[in-house]
């Protein structure tokens, strides 16, 4: 495989995460950072932070649309749930396998 070839494959396959990501809008952030240690926030600055390279002027609202398919606000008014005391238990457990996001 090429550069050039893994490079699309990669994009293919990180858009397909995005699109699974924006048809289970059933699952919550806090529970996917408990499970597997990041969310569609942390998705949404890594991307950010990838734009940036190529665009300085790109920022991480527009990073949060493309990962929510749709305004952050809408998302928490549609999709966000509160968060339970075991759920915020989880979280807080978990917080050390928590992704590390660069410049954030």
């Known amino acids: 495989m090429t550069k050039d070839q ?5 994009a293919a396959a990180f858009r397909s995460l995005v699109a699974h990501l924006q048809e289970r ?9 408990t499970l597997a240690g990041f969310c569609r926030n942390c998705l949404s600055k890594w991307y950010s932070a990838a ?4 665009d300085p002027e790109f920022d991480y609202a527009t990073a949060q649309e493309y990962v929510y398919g749709m305004s952050i606000e809408s998302w928490k008014r549609d ?3 509160s968060a339970s005391d075991e759920q915020m238990q989880r979280f807080e457990d978990s917080k050390p396998l928590h992704a590390k996001i660069s410049g954030y």
């Not at 809008?25 to 529970?31: F, G, L, W």
């Not at 734009?51 to 190529?54: D, E, R, S, T």
């Open 6 to 10: 893994q490079t699309q494959a990669e």
């Open 25 to 33: 809008s059933d699952v919550q952030n806090i529970d996917l950072m």
């Open 51 to 54: 734009a940036k390279q190529v």
């Open 79 to 81: 999709h966000q749930t």
